[in-house]
């Protein structure tokens, strides 16, 4: 099991730039396909981003191809979204997620734990 928590978020202007942290505890992170869904009020939550277990592949929905970047550092057990040029419509609640197969990322059923979430607010 492993226990998520995020953090990094706040409120900039659009064209600005944020990094997201998700800091692993429990079983190490490596064990697990990283990702980032977001939730935007009055939405489903969606896919944006996710990594394989080595960091060395990266998936990502095509609105943020481009200009969001996943990583990871499993030495820290931690995972990283890189936000730049940012837009009002990516105002959301920022979760990140760790779940098994990598053929599921892009489902909220792909993920097995997620973290409490951290709130994007881009104004305008």
């Known amino acids: 099991q492993v226990q998520l928590v995020e953090f990094g978020g706040g409120l900039v202007q659009a064209g600005r730039s944020l990094r997201l942290f998700c800091a692993a505890s429990?079983?190490?992170?490596?064990?697990?396909?990283m990702g980032w869904l977001r939730q935007a009020p009055g939405k489903e939550r969606e896919f944006v981003a996710a990594?394989?277990?080595?960091?060395?592949?990266?998936y990502y929905t095509d609105s943020v191809k481009g200009r969001f970047t996943a990583s990871r550092d499993n030495a820290k057990n931690t995972v990283y979204l890189q936000m730049n040029s940012l837009k009002p419509e990516d105002t959301a609640v920022y979760y990140c997620?760790?779940?098994?197969?990598?053929?599921?990322?892009?489902?909220?059923?792909?993920?097995?734990?997620w973290g409490q979430g951290t709130q994007v607010t881009v104004s305008s």
């Open positions: 997620a760790a779940g098994q197969t990598i053929r599921a990322v892009t489902t909220k059923s792909g993920y097995n734990y």
């Open positions: 990594i394989s277990r080595s960091g060395g592949s990266t």
């Open positions: 429990g079983r190490s992170s490596s064990s697990y396909v």
